[in-house]
T-cell receptor
Framework: DAKTTQPPSMDCAEGRAANLPCNHS???????VYWYRQIHSQGPQYIIH???NNETNEMASLIITEDRKSSTLILPHATLRDTAVYYC?????????????FGKGTRLSVIA | GAVVSQHPSRVICKSGTSVKIECRSL??????MFWYRQFPKQSLMLMAT?????????EQGVEKDKFLINHASLTLSTLTVTSAHPEDSSFYIC????????????FGPGTRLLVL
C-alpha cells in the first residue's frame, strides 16, 4: 500500500507556480521522498527526490517539512505540458530491490 | 536522465497467443528491473521484480506461469504474456533501477497490449 496521501486533482493557471502537497506522516528515517509524473499514455517520468533537505533541479523544487511528515513539489512556472498525474512516493533509498509503490497521485491540470 | 526503452510500443494479438515485451536500459547497467501493469484510469500496479541472473519475484496475485520474466543481461529484461486473453489487455511498463546514491528508478515508455 502507498504510504502517501495526495489530493486527487488540482488546477493551475499557465505561468503560475503549481504547488502539489503530499502527506507522509509515517515516513521512516531512512526513507526518501520521490516525485514522478505520468503524462497520458506514457511511462512515469522522474522529477526529483529528497531525504530531509530541500532540493531543486531544472524541473522543480521539493520542500520537505522539518518533521518530514509532509512535502510540497513546486513547479515554478507551470506550462500546458505539465498537465499530468503527479505521484509522491516514499521508499528506502539504498534498499536494494525495493520497488516504487504508486498511489493514486494528483491529477494536475494546467489551464491557459 | 537515464534512458529505458520498451519494444514494441503497442501490440494487438489474438486470444491464446503469446506476446513478448522487451525492456532495455540504454545507457546504464541495471541489476534490477521492475514490471508494472496499468489499467485505464488506474495507477501503476507492480507485477514483479526482475533480477539479472536469477528468478523473478512476483507480487501476490500475479501468475508466474502466465507472465514469464527473463533478465538475461544487465541491460535487458523480457516479459512474455503466455496464452493471452482479453482481460490481459493493459498498459505494461518496465523500469530499471540505477545504482548509486538514492537508486532512482527510470521508466520505459510502456507497451499497450490489446488482446482480441
Amino acid at each position: 500500500d502507498a504510504k502517501t496521501t495526495q489530493p486527487p486533482s488540482m488546477d493551475c493557471a499557465e505561468g503560475r507556480a503549481a504547488n502539489l502537497p503530499c502527506n507522509h506522516s509515517t515516513i521512516s528515517g531512512n526513507e526518501y521522498v520521490y516525485w514522478y509524473r505520468q503524462i497520458h499514455s506514457q511511462g512515469p517520468q522522474y522529477i526529483i527526490h529528497g531525504l530531509k533537505n530541500n532540493e531543486t533541479n531544472e524541473m522543480a523544487s521539493l520542500i520537505i517539512t522539518e518533521d518530514r511528515k509532509s512535502s510540497t513539489l513546486i513547479l515554478p512556472h507551470a506550462t500546458l505540458r505539465d498537465t499530468a498525474v503527479y505521484y509522491c512516493i516514499v521508499r528506502v533509498g539504498t534498499s536494494g530491490n525495493t520497488p516504487l509503490v504508486f498511489g493514486k497521485g494528483t491529477r494536475l491540470s494546467v489551464i491557459a | 536522465g537515464a534512458v529505458v526503452s520498451q519494444h514494441p510500443s503497442r501490440v494487438i494479438c489474438k486470444s491464446g497467443t503469446s506476446v513478448k515485451i522487451e525492456c532495455r536500459s540504454l545507457d546504464f547497467q541495471a541489476t534490477t528491473m521492475f514490471w508494472y501493469r496499468q489499467f485505464p484510469k488506474q495507477s501503476l500496479m507492480l507485477m514483479a521484480t526482475s533480477n539479472e541472473g536469477s528468478k523473478a519475484t512476483y507480487e501476490q496475485g500475479v501468475e508466474k506461469d502466465k507472465f514469464l520474466i527473463n533478465h538475461a543481461s544487465l541491460t535487458l529484461s523480457t516479459l512474455t504474456v503466455t496464452s493471452a486473453h482479453p482481460e490481459d489487455s493493459s498498459f505494461y511498463i518496465c523500469s530499471a533501477r540505477r545504482g548509486g546514491g538514492a537508486e532512482t528508478q527510470y521508466f520505459g515508455p510502456g507497451t499497450r497490449l490489446l488482446v482480441l
